[in-house]
């Protein structure tokens, strides 16, 4: 394997015409064609890398790669492909039925009998629902197709238990600061001017959020609108503006909540006024948000300040009269008071208490001295015996039913 993994790092050097086509994106056209040229997840691809290791041994298994786009997925399934001179067939579940499942699995088989294995690189593998991704299962467990499944979202939520448990997980992160101003250097022999000056090569890096295809489709743009250097304008007129990576349903909505729910409770106003923004500026429903400040006044600060209480509800009812922006104050008020408002967690607390005693007593006899004496058949058999009308009375024999303590 090593010997033929050696041969294919050398014959990439050998350049396609087509790579000189105007016509192709720069992205393709800077697409590593081997593991050495892989940018970033050295986790991955490094020399003591998970994939790297893989490769050495020579042994190839079904695979999901999770992690944010522009990351280096779909590359590394390619290379990977053509390490292990595999039969790769690429499609996406947005636009792929049972039909085209069915015909790529064919073409496996086909494959199979002469003896080639193939790779199946589905992409956004989230988008297929369970019958779908249960087809893939017996020709995953029989060894007709290596599954490489990407995805956005959190595998765990979006990929059938049986598919994970015979495939691994690779978790792939953005691409760095460092690793995308590599892109921009490596990039400049492909564009005219090939000049970019630091301030407008950082600012491409900012505005690209960890994507290396938004980063070079910037840089695309940018240089058709100069002929000399790359400037800031350039790279503001070929960006527009920052788009928030945001899913309503997805990763990024669950981790800003929570996010912003553990900072109130550290009593932390400025990183709470943070992420209330970045899921604002995301176009997060602000009902929603109101909703949790809810929750939050009675779980983590309950009978420690009861009026928080009052203050969220108000605040909800706030944001649905006003809308935003101006609901924005009321959000933002309501976010401040929470953080500086001391916290208890006894009504959580007895809550689950409460919920665990009627779990396991739940048809427990209320105590006769409890039950009202409205009859008085009721008062010879002790109903209400001892009780007393009056504030704070403790009952000698307490409140809850015999056997529970």
Not at 46 to 61: S, V
Not at 180 to 207: C, H
Request: charged residues 25%.
């Amino acid at each position: 394997m090593v010997d033929r993994y050696q041969v294919r790092v050398k014959s990439v050097e050998v350049k396609s015409l087509f790579e000189n086509n105007q016509a192709i994106p720069l992205a393709e056209k800077l697409r590593p064609k081997s593991i050495d040229e892989i940018v970033g997840q050295g986790h991955l691809v490094g020399e003591q890398g998970l994939i790297r290791g893989l490769i050495r041994a020579d042994k190839l298994t079904s695979m999901i790669f999770w992690g944010p786009p522009g990351s280096g997925k779909t590359t590394l399934a390619r290379v990977i492909a053509d390490t292990y001179r595999a039969e790769f067939i690429e499609v996406s579940a947005v636009s792929m039925g049972k039909a085209e499942v069915r015909q790529a699995i064919d073409q496996a088989l086909q494959s199979k009998n002469l003896g080639r294995q193939t790779i199946l690189f589905v992409d956004e593998i989230h988008r297929f629902n369970k019958a779908q991704q249960d087809m893939f299962l017996p020709y995953v467990e029989n060894g007709t197709v290596h599954l490489i499944g990407a995805t956005t979202e959190n595998p765990s939520f979006e990929v059938i238990a049986p598919l994970l448990s015979r495939s691994r997980v690779l978790v792939f992160e953005a691409l760095t600061e460092v690793d995308l101003l590599g892109i921009i250097n490596r990039a400049k022999i492909f564009v005219r001017p090939k000049t970019i000056t630091p301030q407008a090569a950082s600012l491409l890096v900012k505005m690209s959020l960890g994507d290396a295809r938004v980063l070079l489709g910037g840089l695309e743009i940018a240089a058709s609108l100069s002929t000399r250097v790359i400037g800031k304008k350039q790279i503001e007129q070929a960006m527009q503006q920052v788009v928030a990576k945001y899913d309503k349903n997805g990763d990024q909505h669950y981790d800003l909540i929570s996010a912003y729910i553990k900072s109130m409770r550290g009593s932390d106003s400025r990183a709470a006024m943070y992420y209330l923004y970045r899921m604002l500026n995301a176009g997060e429903d602000p009902k929603f948000v109101a909703r949790r400040i809810i929750i939050f006044a009675s779980e983590d600060i309950g009978m420690a300040s009861p009026h928080a209480l009052t203050l969220a509800t108000s605040t909800f009812q706030a944001v649905e009269r006003v809308g935003l922006p101006e609901a924005e104050y009321a959000l933002s008020q309501a976010t401040i008071a929470m953080c500086q408002a001391k916290k208890s967690r006894l009504v959580a607390e007895q809550m689950v208490e409460a919920k665990a005693l009627v779990s396991k007593y739940p048809n427990a006899n209320v105590p006769k001295h409890l039950r009202n004496p409205v009859t008085s058949l009721m008062k010879d058999l002790d109903y209400g015996k001892g009780y007393q009308w009056e504030a704070d009375f403790k009952h000698p024999d307490g409140f809850l039913p015999e056997g529970i303590e």
